[in-house]
């Protein structure tokens, strides 16, 4: 039972590019989420899921895309990467209102 | 609106010393979970408890102790005989019961306990 998994644990991009931050959860968990941490800005909500098929926006989905075509997988999309976007991305899945969390992507933005 | 103030934005003690982290909350459901999670230098969040909202008596864990009071608004978070191991963010949150399971986040409290 790994729980969550997050990959990769590090990115550089340069600006505009894109990619895809991974997420899965193996304990078969409906809820799944991705919050950023910024420093002095505690933990932000970007998107979130309620189940397979259904995504919603969270507090600052601007530069990202979400979808949920399995339970297990959560992926996060920066479509055109840019500076602003330099963070610690979280990725986590709930069971009974409590979250567990994977380790961390940290992506820097040049 | 909900919300977690978590004022202690850093606390410096010495092994064995006990400490308190405060966390107040604002919320206007009757039916609510409250959290601490906690962030070691590693970066990892971890899940340290939950309670209820209809449930107030207090926890222990160890040397962890909570303190749930909802006629101030307040889960506090003890640590007793604190280690050097104890030293990351500590994180208060809260989220409503029902479908929408958003957490409200704290600003979360620096600890560094010092040999």
């Known amino acids: 039972n790994a729980g969550v998994t997050q990959t990769p644990k590090f990115q550089v991009l340069k600006t505009g590019q894109s990619m895809t931050l991974q997420c899965a959860q193996d304990?078969?968990?409906?809820?799944m989420s991705w919050y950023r941490q910024d420093p002095g800005m505690g933990l932000r909500l970007i998107h979130y899921?309620?189940?397979?098929?259904?995504?919603d926006q969270g507090e600052v989905p601007n530069g990202y895309n979400v979808s949920r075509s399995t339970t297990e997988d959560f992926p996060l999309r920066l479509l055109s990467a840019a500076p602003s976007q330099t963070s610690v991305y979280f990725c986590?899945?709930?069971?009974?209102?409590?979250?567990?969390f994977g380790p961390g992507t940290r992506l820097t933005v040049l | 609106a909900q919300k977690v103030t978590q004022a202690q934005t850093e606390i410096s003690v010495v092994e064995k010393e006990d400490v308190t982290l405060d966390c107040v909350y604002e919320t206007r459901d009757t039916t609510y979970y409250l959290f601490w999670y906690k962030q070691p230098p590693s970066g990892e969040l971890v899940f340290l408890i939950r309670r209820n909202s209809f449930d107030e008596q207090n926890e222990i864990s160890g040397r962890y102790s909570w303190n749930f009071q909802k006629s101030t608004s307040s889960f506090n978070f003890t640590i007793t005989a604190s280690q050097v191991v104890d030293s990351a963010v500590y994180f208060c949150?809260?989220?409503?019961?029902?479908?929408?399971?958003?957490?409200?986040w704290g600003l979360g409290t620096s600890l560094a306990v010092n040999p």
């Open positions: 986590a899945s709930s069971f009974m209102g409590t979250q567990y």
């Open positions: 899921s309620v189940g397979a098929g259904i995504t």
């Open positions: 949150a809260l989220t409503s019961a029902g479908n929408n399971r958003k957490l409200i």
């Open positions: 304990m078969n968990h409906e809820y």
